[in-house]
């Protein structure tokens, strides 16, 4: 498997995206306008606190109020350390309305909702996650290799009690630890306890609500959490950029064998990767699998649901083998769309049916297989009695769709509008309620080119006899600005 990762800077964005066998995995998209705050921390004030739901508002000083739970509200002892519950405090008794409090977005507002809070502070390295107040010590469920676990963990306690920083905090090793050594770690620690050190004489400060640490750029977030030893090249279009990631790798990634390579091409470089092409087909409901079947994606406010179909694919053996076939494929394609989509919280999966038992589970492990390189974290439940599979996947910011598109004003985000044939009958109500309330001999009824047309082509028969019974004419008149919804019934 070989993997590039691509870096598109420019002042009004900057894009990144990973590529696996030539094929796009994830896009990253961050506008000046629109950067998401996950990992960033803040000195908030608690503005409201909800009893009922166990939750406070805070003011963080983004455009809407964050959500802070009572079980994301650690309490801190004497020690300046975190101290273990078993269980969560009333929220009354945690915060009150007009505290101050250090808050970390643990994931951006979407849609309507502000973000989400915690106080469990975290800040990242390449290898390690700093836990800054509290002793814990663990390790990423992604290192499966036993040995290699132990290794690191004995590693890391080793370095800590070498340095005596085994009572500063808690760690946790990343997936990008593996094959790791005791300089790289101690470089790291040390990196994570300055940057510690500087957030905590912002906090101590005080003062008005203000961002006390900003994660980094999103290329730089990139190399630090995606930089694996399959990543052969990183592709960067802007000069400065590309020097700021050559000298992160030669610091903090000395051993990857990844070339950091300035593109210079004429062709901009997403367009030589076919990348806009890409975006343009994941805003798309269906997606085309290599065997003819389909996969129709709809995200909704409360989930997302995929159905597999098997479109045009007819198969060459029996239905059994062709419904396998077309899950299989679809299983692969699913969690790569999920990737590049970023779509995350609750996600139904409409497999085609399935009477075979081991079919099914040769499904669900293709499934696991394909999810299991996606950085999220994801859970799948069995294909219940109506042929479905649950699952989630963590959601910290926004889908791609809800990033670079809004709503469309002529349906308002339904993805449908009311037919031309059903907004003339609603013309029609509209005519005999207020033929009934004014004495007026003539209407104007006011609507589309489409609606007008239909009403003096295919509704003129209906339309007389409606004139008939109301006794009164009824003009039209095209209103180039309506949409096909639009329409007005007024006196002439």
Not at 113 to 124: D, E, I, V
Not at 276 to 285: F, H, V
Not at 359 to 372: E, F, G, I, M, S
Not at 408 to 428: L, N
Request: overall charge negative; glycine content about 6%; some cysteine.
């Amino acid at each position: 498997m070989s993997e590039e990762i691509l870096v598109n800077v420019s002042p009004v964005e900057t894009r990144v995206a990973l590529i696996e066998n030539g094929l796009l995995q994830e896009i990253f998209i961050e506008r000046p306008g629109s950067r998401g705050h996950v990992g960033d921390i803040f000195l908030g004030k608690v503005v409201r606190v909800m009893p009922g739901m166990e939750a406070a508002f805070v003011n963080i000083g983004l455009e809407r109020a964050a959500f802070l739970h009572n079980t994301d509200i650690t309490s801190i002892g004497a020690d300046g350390f975190e101290v273990r519950e078993e269980y969560p405090r009333p929220i009354q008794q945690l915060v009150r309305e007009g505290q101050s409090i250090v808050v970390q977005v643990a994931k951006d507002g979407i849609s309507s909702k502000g973000a989400r809070l915690t106080t469990n502070l975290t800040l990242p390295s390449r290898n390690l996650v700093y836990l800054p107040r509290s002793k814990h010590i663990g390790i990423s469920q992604r290192l499966e290799d036993e040995e290699e676990r132990t290794r690191l963990l004995t590693l890391l306690n080793n370095v800590l009690v070498e340095e005596q920083l085994e009572d500063n905090g808690g760690y946790i090793i990343r997936t990008a630890a593996e094959g790791c050594d005791a300089p790289s770690l101690l470089s790291d620690i040390r990196f994570l306890h300055r940057l510690w050190a500087a957030v905590e004489r912002r906090i101590t400060r005080g003062g008005e609500i203000s961002l006390l640490y900003q994660d980094v750029p999103v290329y730089m977030r990139t190399m630090r959490d995606l930089i694996t030893a399959s990543v052969e090249k990183i592709r960067v279009d802007d000069a400065s950029s590309c020097e700021e990631i050559s000298r992160f790798m030669s610091d903090f990634i000395p051993d990857s064998t990844a070339v950091v390579e300035h593109y210079r091409g004429d062709r901009p470089l997403f367009d030589v990767y076919g990348i806009d092409d890409e975006i343009n087909r994941a805003l798309s409901r269906t997606v085309k699998l290599k065997s003819g079947g389909d996969l129709v994606i709809d995200q909704t406010e409360a989930m997302t649901t995929i159905d597999i179909d098997t479109g045009a694919y007819l198969g060459s053996r029996n239905h059994a083998e062709t419904v396998l076939k077309t899950n299989l494929e679809a299983a692969v394609a699913i969690a790569r769309q999920l990737r590049v989509r970023n779509l995350g919280g609750i996600i139904i999966l409409d497999f085609i049916d399935m009477q075979d038992e081991e079919h099914q589970r040769q499904v669900q492990r293709t499934l696991a297989k394909a999810l299991a390189k996606d950085p999220a974290r994801t859970t799948i439940t069995g294909i219940s009695q109506l042929g479905l599979i649950e699952m989630t996947r963590k959601r910290t910011r926004e889908s791609l769709g809800q990033l670079i598109c809004s709503p469309c004003p002529m349906c308002d985000g339904r993805g449908v509008q009311k037919s031309a044939e059903t907004v003339c009958f609603e013309i029609f109500r509209e005519i005999m309620r207020v033929a009934k309330a004014y004495e007026n001999d003539t209407l104007l009824v006011m609507a589309s080119q489409v609606v007008v047309d239909r009403l003096l082509d295919e509704d003129s028969a209906a339309l007389a006899d409606l004139e008939e019974l109301v006794g009164k004419t009824v003009k039209f008149e095209v209103e180039p600005m309506y949409t096909q919804e639009q329409f007005d019934v007024v006196l002439f």
